[in-house]
Structure formats: C-alpha cells, structure tokens
C-alpha cells in the first residue's frame, strides 16, 4: 500500500498529460476561429503553430525539471507543475485572443514536462527488475490518455469551445489534491544532486548522460525509435482517407483500438515477454515485429484487414520501456531525473520531427507527380528507421546486461 496509492498518482499525472493533449484537439479549429475571426485554412496554421511551440517546450524543459527533482525533490515539482497547469487550463478557457492561447500552450508544455519526473520517482521506488515493467506502465498510461482525451473532449464539446479546457483544469487540481495527501518523497540525501545548469538543458544533459558507458547510442536509438514510431499519429488520419476512404469516424475508432491496445501492452502482456525474454531480447522482439506491421501496413489495401491490424500493431510497442531500463540500471541513482528529462526531450523532439517528415513522404507519393502512387510509403521510412536501430543497438553491446 505504501507504493501502491503513489504509483496511482503518478500514473494519473501521466495520464492527465497525455489527456491534456488529445482532450483539446476536437474544439481547436473551432476555438480558434472563436477567437481569431479568422477561416479554416488560417486556424490549421495557427493549430500547427500551437501544437508545435507545446511540443518544442516540452522538449526545451524535460531536463530542466528533472534536474529540479534531482535536487529539490520529486514531490514539490509534480505538485507545482500541476497546480501550474491548472491555472493554465483557466487561462486558456477564458482566452479572447490567439495570442493568450499561444502564451497558455507554451505554459502548458511547461507544465506536461513533467514525465521525466514521474518516471524518475517511479526508478527511485523500483528495483532493478522492476524497472522496465514498471515503465511499460509509463506507454501504457500515455495510450490511455491518448484513447480518453479526444473521445472526452468530442463530448464536452456539446457544452461548448470552453468546456474541455475546464475539464483539464478539473482533473489536474483534483490530482493534485490526491498527490498533496499521499505522494512521498524519494529523494533523500543519500541521492540527492546538486542543480547545474548546464545539465538542465537537452544538451548538456545529453553531454553530461553520454560520460556514462553505453547510454548515448541508446538515446540516440531512443529518439530514432519514436520518430519511427510516431508515424501513427503523424499520418494515419491522412493514410486512412487515401487508402480507405474512412471518415474522422472510422479513423477515431482505429486511433482508440490502437490506444487501447497500446495501453493493454505495456501494462500487462510486457511483463510477460520480460519475464521470457529479458530487456536485451525484448528490444529485438519489438524491433523486427514493428518492422513487419510497417510492411503490412504499407501494402494493406482492404479496410476491414486494416482495422484488424491496428491493435494487433500495438503488441510490438515495447521497445521503449525495455530501453528505459537498461539505461536506467547504467546509471547512478542520483541521476535518473535527469536521463528521464533527456528522455523527454528525445521523445518531444521526435513528436516534432517525425510529423514533417512524414506528412512530406506521404505527399511525395500521393501528390501529382509522384513516381508511384504509395499512401503507405511513410510505414516503409519507418520500417527502415527501425532497420537502423537494430544497427545502433547491436553494433556493439552495451555497458548494462539485460
């Protein structure tokens, strides 16, 4: 119970900022409008550039805040960037123009960094066999939210553009409450590091996380992997709609099996395959299995066969809470908050890098001129990014046995 009650807090805070995300993106066009006086067209522009400056925070403060909690404690940077993030959800509910917007969504990526510090408490109360299966818990909560976010935001729209964003700030003031009256702290002396500067920013974290034998190549394949593995969310509403034909309908529904399924792998069915085949043989498991779904995702021209192959695509979703392990174990205790803010930083730096590339292939074979007409061209990238992670990752083993 001492864990447990903890564990559920931090896994709601994970979820919060998954559904933080998703929760908003069924009223943005129309909010924007809202505010804006502006079209369509115009609103996507400032859509993407709302989307992006969130992202691009989330990659900028990832090491910022776990170098915080290195220092002053997992507690007190979970509480306050909730409680942050639920003026932000205020603000951004009673905004007038699209610059308070832009100012709540650069706040809000602010406040959502805070995945580094969770996964950073949940190191610290984990042993090492625990660690890989407990991060599965991580993807598992992110699919969660990902599944609950647009279908929640889908019906609090009924009640208007505004109502979502109450909702958020609903649930991360009440989650911050449960987090106030229950959440230890882990940090103790015996752990604790002294804040620097030059290890609160993505670089010098990377710089200072690469001193360490092994780690570097699997941020690197790190980062890599979930550029790959974005192609989902970067082009499957587009891919859905050239190949199938499928309404925002449809393509809800598949994105949901896809989200449940993902949560479904790396809370239950991970641990499993640890048990069999080890940190090591898991990263290769999922490597080849991801390479396959690519493939059949690429060529897959009935409908029916691609709604059946969605979820099942989710069960080689493993590789990143294998990789947080052994690099977790490579580590000293006193520096997982800060691999965790690398962490972020990688994986918010491929939310915004994947989506370019990707959208740009798939126009490339779908456009006028293209060589072949290809919608599926975007899985074969990814089929060959996860060629060039089985490269990185074999090449030479690493300093942290499975």
């Known amino acids: 119970m001492s864990q447990r009650l903890p564990l559920i807090f931090i896994l709601m805070t994970l979820v919060i900022d998954a559904m933080g995300i998703g929760l908003v993106i069924p009223v943005m066009p129309d909010l924007i409008q809202e505010v804006d006086g502006g079209t369509l067209a115009h609103a996507a522009i400032w859509g993407g550039i709302l989307s992006t400056s969130f992202a691009f925070m989330q990659f900028l403060c990832g090491p910022l805040l776990g170098s915080l909690s290195d220092r002053f404690g997992r507690r007190p940077v979970l509480l306050v960037s909730l409680g942050v993030m639920s003026l932000d959800y205020l603000v951004i509910a009673m905004a007038g123009s699209v610059w308070v917007l832009l100012a709540g969504r650069i706040v809000g990526g602010i406040a959502a960094s805070t995945q580094s510090t969770a996964t950073a408490f949940i190191a610290d109360i984990s042993s090492p066999e625990e660690k890989a299966a407990r991060f599965g818990l991580v993807g598992a909560s992110f699919g969660l939210g990902f599944v609950l976010g647009p279908i ?7 009640w208007g553009t ?64 979930q550029v790959a593995f974005f192609v989902y969310p970067a082009i499957w509403a587009y891919f859905a709609k050239a190949r199938f ?8 529904l598949s994105l949901a099996a896809f989200g449940i399924a993902l949560a479904i792998v790396q809370a239950g069915l991970i641990r499993l395959i640890l048990r069999y085949l080890g940190d090591r043989g898991t990263v290769i498991y999922g490597l080849v299995f991801n390479a396959f779904a690519f493939v059949v995702l690429a060529f897959v021209a009935d409908g029916t066969i ?12 493993v590789v990143t809470p294998a990789l947080q392990g052994l690099m977790s174990r490579a580590i000293p205790d006193n520096a997982q908050g800060g691999l965790q803010g690398l962490l972020t930083s990688a ?15 798939f ?14 061209a975007p899985f074969l990238l990814s089929m060959a990014l996860m060629g060039v992670c089985a490269v990185v990752f074999m090449g030479r083993r690493s300093a942290v046995t499975p």
């Open 152 to 158: 929640l935001g889908g019906i609090l729209a009924e």
């Open 162 to 225: 505004r109502a979502p964003f109450y909702a958020a700030a609903a649930l991360a003031a009440l989650n911050l409450c449960f987090g106030y009256f229950i959440l230890p702290e882990t940090v103790t002396d015996r752990i604790r590091r002294p804040f620097a500067w030059r290890r609160a920013n993505p670089l010098g974290a990377l710089l200072d996380i690469g001193r360490m034998p092994g780690v570097t190549r699997l941020v690197a394949m790190f980062f890599l992997y």
């Open 245 to 252: 034909g499928w309404d925002p309908r449809m393509i809800g």
């Open 306 to 317: 691609a709604l059946i192959l969605t979820p099942l695509a989710a069960l080689g979703a």
């Open 347 to 361: 994986g918010a730096l491929a939310m915004i890098v994947s989506p370019l590339i990707m959208t740009q292939v």
């Open 363 to 376: 126009w490339l074979f779908t456009g006028k001129g293209a060589p072949v007409y290809l919608p599926g």
